[in-house]
Nanobody, 123 residues
Framework: VQLVESGGGLVQAGGSLRLSCAAS?????MGWFRQAPGKEREFVAT????????YYGDSVKGRFTISRDNAENTVSLQMNSLKAEDTAVYYC????????????????????WGQGTQVTVSS
């Protein structure tokens, strides 16, 4: 499975961006991670296969929304009220199997990764 992210860019603090990730095939759980300069990659959000269950990192809860369209094999991340500390490269990740009752929060939980898209929030 290949994953291709899009939608990154430069935005002012308080603004919004919508990231998209297109998968070349069907996936199970999908997630978004991010990596700021000099920092480790961190979990942002995950969504179950059905789209009915989502989970967010504490730093984005209430501001970001993850969604998916299984007909199009895409997952999106709507980012609102952006802050300078949201500046990072955002990565889409996917796994092909698992349980709908488990939230996959670790990098090692995912088998496939996109190349990343840069999000820069100016203060």
């Amino acid at each position: 499975v290949q994953l291709v992210e899009s939608g990154g860019g430069l935005v002012q603090a308080g603004g919004s961006l919508r990231l998209s990730c297109a998968a070349s095939g069907r996936t199970f759980s999908m997630g978004w991670f991010r990596q700021a300069p000099g920092k480790e990659r961190e979990f942002v959000a995950t969504i179950s296969w059905s789209g009915g269950r989502t989970y967010y990192g504490d730093s984005v809860k209430g501001r970001f929304t993850i969604s998916r369209d299984n007909a199009e094999n895409t997952v999106s991340l709507q980012m609102n009220s952006l802050k300078a500390e949201d500046t990072a490269v955002y990565y889409c990740a996917a796994r092909l199997s698992g349980s709908s009752y488990i939230f996959y929060l670790r990098m090692s939980d995912y088998e496939y990764w996109g190349q990343g898209t840069q999000v820069t929030v100016s203060s």
